[in-house]
Structures are given as structure tokens and as C-alpha cells.
């Protein structure tokens, strides 16, 4: 197993760890060896990711307490090989982890070569952690009205893969539970702008003036 992708985030004593698990096998990523070494790649993608998740970009002050734990985006049941490559790790909220993506791996273009160019951008449906640029597939915007924050994902124009991501990890329902959370709603149904709050229908209609 290759470990000079991991050098950069870990102490040597770590690393030895690591090779220790993996001489030792079985639920490897389980091992308490570990622990030192998912610490410290923890640490170092939370900063890399400024606290945000991955793939919804909520942050740990949008959620009451919110966890972001290490995403293996390839994951680690079915490409055991990229467990430790730094390329496939990030971090990511639970609700995209391990309510929408899980063991999916529909997001892959071609499951089989992916094993030789998982380091390519065009293997992947959805905007990958690493090797493609946020902000350049989908435009997160947040607005704060009374204490409230109002989210808004925007595709950019003719991004496939910020279409993808929007669908692939619901992105849109983080929009209207924002909306009404910020509306002292607790569930909402289509007719989602609740009557009454001028300040948040005029906000909704600068971002979006045709209506979802
Ligand atoms: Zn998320």
C-alpha cells in the first residue's frame, strides 16, 4: 500500500502506525493504531475545508453540532487500495456521508477504471473534494435574516457537475429547511415561502426571480 501520499499530514510515528495496522489487517481503518494519524488528517482537512463539509459546504456553525468526520470519497469498502490516499480523503458532514452517499458509488463514471484514474477529475459525476474547484460548479450563498441563516445553492451555467452534486446530495432540501427554520417552521410542504415574511420573499426573489 502506497504511504508517501500521506507523509505531509503525519508524524513518522504515526506512519509506522499505520504500516503496523496494515501488516495486521482486517478492519484496518477500525485499528486503534490510528488514531494519532486520523487526528491529525482530521485537523488538516478541517482547516483545508475552512470547518465546511465537502460536498454541502455547512459549516460547524450552521449546524447545531454538527460533526465532520474523515470521507473517504471513494470509499473505503470497495477501494480498500485508496484507504490512505490523500487525493480520496476529506471531510464531510454525516448527513452526506452517511445518509446520501454511504457505500454509493454511482457517482464514479466507469467503477473499474477509476482504479487507475482515480486522480482524474472526468471519473467523477459530482464535484470531487480534491480535484475539482467548488465554486466553479455551484455558488454557495448564505443570508442572514433575524439570527437566521438562508442558504442557496446556484449551479454555475452549464456545470454538469454542479447539476450533479445539486441532486446527488439534495442540496435543495437544505434550501428550504433553511427557509423554514428561519420561518419558525418545522416542516414545510411546496408552498414553502410562508405568507406574511416580506423580508424573506423579497431575499428568495433576488436569488432566485423565476421560483424553484
Ligand atoms: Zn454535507
Redesign the pocket.
Known amino acids: 500500500m502506497r504511504t508517501n501520499s500521506i507523509k505531509s499530514v503525519s508524524s513518522q510515528v504515526d506512519i509506522d502506525n499505520v504500516l503496523k495496522a496494515i501488516s495486521e489487517g482486517g478492519d484496518i481503518w477500525n485499528n486503534k493504531l490510528l488514531s494519532g494519524f486520523k487526528a491529525g488528517f482530521k485537523s488538516y482537512y478541517r482547516n483545508l475545508n475552512k470547518e465546511q ?1 465537502c ?2 459546504k ?1 459549516d460547524t456553525q450552521d449546524e447545531f453540532n454538527m460533526v465532520l468526520d474523515i470521507e473517504h470519497i471513494l470509499p473505503k469498502s470497495k477501494y480498500r487500495q485508496f484507504m490512505f490516499t490523500k487525493i480520496n480523503l476529506s471531510v ?2 454525516k ?3 452517511m445518509v446520501i452517499k454511504r457505500e454509493d458509488i454511482s457517482f464514479v463514471k466507469h467503477a473499474k477504471k477509476v482504479n487507475t484514474r482515480y486522480h482524474k477529475s472526468s471519473q467523477y459525476k459530482f464535484i470531487h473534494p480534491n480535484l475539482d474547484k467548488y465554486f466553479e460548479h455551484i455558488q454557495y450563498i448564505c443570508f442572514i435574516v433575524n439570527d437566521e441563516k438562508i442558504k442557496k445553492y446556484v449551479v454555475v451555467e452549464s456545470s454538469s457537475k454542479g447539476a450533479y452534486t445539486y441532486d446527488y ?1 439534495d442540496l435543495m432540501k437544505l434550501e428550504i429547511d433553511s427557509i423554514s427554520k428561519a420561518q419558525g417552521v418545522q416542516s414545510v410542504n411546496n408552498n414553502f415561502v410562508m405568507p406574511g415574511d416580506e423580508n424573506i420573499k423579497k431575499i428568495l426573489n433576488i436569488l432566485n426571480p423565476q421560483g424553484i
Do not use: D, G
Request: hydrophobic share 10%.
Open positions: 463539509c460536498y454541502c455547512r464531510s458532514c448527513r452526506c456521508n446530495f
